[in-house]
């Protein structure tokens, strides 16, 4: 890429007219004031492509443009790679620390809940490191557990430990005690990292092995869930039965680099997030936003 080209791409992913939606009005019918959730993924954050100022801007932007919203849903990949055998300590907590200074920082004063992404944890300390594993990644993240479930505006909101590809059985366990508990004319808003069914995820790969018996669980619910999710960096939205499953694109694109296409898109699916709308009564409305027009 020449370097002409190479400046205008990076301030397009940063400055572009971005294609914000204004809040929409309730869908008929629809009582009350909806939970407006900003889904974030697949962030990647990393020092190089200048990707900390570019970060910083976009969601500075995000905020203006959408005061109202009341959640934000990370569903990791928060930074580039701690993942690799290669890593070394200093590497991961450079990446850790832009987190912190950056992403963090520009959601400051909104409440944020956490998937785990399986670029998230650093495994090339010895098995003794209190850095190494998924604890330390939720020690960074404010975890007191890698899944975990609190309400907002009327939804129940389950975050699911997935990153290395499923889920165990204590963890399915948990799920499925929570879901009995709660009664069923309560609305799921789901996060995993991993989606647990979609069609980016047919296409290139990554869906959770083992999801069948948890889509089963919550299509046996009376209310509707949406479960919200990233990794594959493809965006696609599918509807089974009670359940809107919203496999969101990255807000890096191609690791906030230019990717194929020159213009930081991940086959065909432009950096971006998505905003939705939740009603008290399980209605849900979901827009991916594209930063690029």
Not at 264 to 289: H, I, M, Q, V
Request: proline share 6%; hydrophobic share 40%; glycine share 8%.
């Amino acid at each position: 890429m020449s370097e002409p080209s190479r400046r205008r791409f990076l301030a397009s992913a940063v400055t572009a007219a971005l294609p914000f939606k204004a809040a929409e009005a309730a869908p008929a019918g629809v009582a009350g004031r909806p939970l407006t959730v900003l889904h974030l993924t697949d962030i990647h954050i990393r020092p190089e492509h200048d990707a900390p100022k570019r970060c910083s801007e976009i969601l500075r932007e995000v905020r203006r443009r959408f005061p109202e919203i009341d959640l934000v849903v990370n569903t990791g990949d928060s930074i580039y790679a701690a993942d690799y055998g290669n890593i070394t300590r200093e590497r991961m907590l450079e990446q850790w620390k832009i987190w912190d200074e950056t992403v963090m920082t520009a959601l400051k004063g909104l409440p944020v809940v956490h998937s785990i992404g399986n670029h998230d944890p650093w495994w090339a300390g010895a098995e003794e490191d209190e850095m190494r594993g998924i604890p330390y990644v939720c020690r960074r993240l404010g975890l007191k557990e890698p899944y975990s479930a609190s309400s907002h505006g009327g939804w129940e909101v389950i975050t699911l430990e997935n990153c290395r590809g499923s889920m165990d059985e204590a963890q399915q366990k948990w799920l499925f005690a929570k879901l009995d508990a709660l009664p069923d004319t309560v609305p799921v808003l789901l996060a995993s990292h991993l989606p647990l069914f979609s069609l980016a995820g047919d296409y290139d790969g990554g869906n959770m092995k083992g999801a069948k018996a948890v889509v089963d669980k919550l299509a046996a619910r009376k209310a509707p869930v949406v479960a919200l999710s990233g990794h594959i960096h493809i965006q696609s939205s599918e509807t089974l039965w009670n359940i809107k499953f919203h496999c969101n694109g990255a807000l890096s694109g191609s690791w906030w680099e230019p990717g194929d296409a020159g213009d930081g898109s991940y086959k065909r699916t432009p950096a971006g997030y998505a905003l939705l709308r939740l009603w008290p009564d399980g209605r849900s409305e979901s827009n991916y936003l594209p930063l690029t027009a």
